[in-house]
């Protein structure tokens, strides 16, 4: 970790006014997370509906992660973000991940990009179950969960497979809370695909500081204000512990 950079950027926190932060699957990996872009968690929206074999398939594999999922804790990347919301210039974390581990951690100001893992919802009726609800149905020995209401056997997350366009709501808002804040903070976030590609590009329009944090290489790295390759929840832990003790470096 290049201390020196981590210690700019919590003088900028020092300094913002409104801090958007986005953060994704390098937060969730900390915390023993299974990557949700594995394809068995990521059928196309096409063959989860017309196959039953990929809807037994996808909630199979659900059921090995569950117990990961249910029991995982916030890790130190999550934790320093609650702490970060308490000292007050923070708008709102945006999150790629689907793991409500942000809330768990005590964040209030959290939007989720790609909708949550823990509801599930009916596409017959609109019904919506937790989780836990569906868990407790495949653990009756069904291999696919089936609507209360109108006997659908089509449930499926909020998350949006390949070939459904993501939330619309939450890609909006994100650009309403981009125009209007001073820092960026992109912490452990997969930058490959639109619409968050541009959000990078779109704060720096709007003459916010733009910084990354992550232990990959990633596609706008040559276009911001500052990037720190370490593990995210360490690299964050570090930056708001500088921040409450006042430290600047220039
Ligand atoms: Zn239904």
């Not at 990996?29 to 509906?49: K, V, Y």
Request: proline residues 6%; negative net charge.
């Amino acid at each position: 970790m290049k201390t020196d950079v981590a210690g700019t950027v919590a003088e900028w926190i020092g300094e913002a006014r409104k801090i958007v932060v986005l953060t994704g699957y390098e937060l969730s990996a900390e915390c023993g997370l299974p990557d949700f872009t594995d394809a068995r968690l990521n059928p196309h929206i096409r063959d989860f509906r017309e196959s039953r074999d990929v809807r037994a398939g996808y909630w199979k594999k659900i059921m090995e992660i569950y117990p990961s999922l249910v029991g995982a804790e916030p890790g130190p990347g999550h934790r320093a973000l609650a702490e970060l919301e308490m000292l007050g210039n923070l708008d709102c974390i945006f999150t790629q991940s689907t793991d409500g581990l942000h809330r768990k951690a005590g964040s209030t100001t959290v939007i989720e990009l790609n909708s949550s893992i823990l509801w599930i919802t009916c596409p017959g009726c609109g019904k919506d179950y937790s989780l836990d609800e569906i868990a407790a149905m495949l653990e009756k020995g069904t291999d696919v969960p089936v609507c209360r209401e109108c006997g659908s056997d089509q449930l499926k997350p909020a998350i949006s497979f390949p070939g459904q366009p993501p939330p619309h709501w939450e890609a909006r808002e994100a650009w309403m809370r981009l125009h209007n804040a001073d820092l960026f903070l992109i912490a452990g976030a997969s930058l490959d695909s639109e619409p968050v590609a541009s959000y990078p590009f779109l704060a720096r329009e709007n003459n916010a500081r733009v910084a990354v944090i992550s232990e990959k290489e990633g596609p706008a790295d040559d276009y911001v204000d500052a990037v720190i390759y370490g593990k995210p929840g360490q690299v964050l832990s570090y930056i708001i512990k500088k921040v409450k003790e006042g430290i600047t470096i220039s």
